[in-house]
């Protein structure tokens, strides 16, 4: 239940900051593939899936790695 709060949140931030697409999703997503964290594309800290979230212009790492 938790996840998809934290998921409506950042899609309501998204949308409402114009849904900008990050133009270094593709470096995020490196960022997070090199990180212990990561698990079949998913964060186990925050549980977003990181292939969305690495576009999202409003979020950002829980462990502040970008």
Excluded: N, Y
Excluded at 21 to 45: D, N
């Amino acid at each position: 239940m938790r996840l998809v709060v934290r998921f409506i949140k950042a899609i309501t931030c998204w949308l409402v900051g114009g849904c900008k697409v990050s133009l270094t999703a593709s470096e995020r997503m490196e960022i997070c593939k090199k990180c212990p964290h990561h698990s079949r594309g998913v964060c186990e800290i925050c549980g977003c899936v990181l292939k969305m979230k690495t576009k999202m212009d409003t979020e950002q790492c829980p462990i502040d790695k970008w």
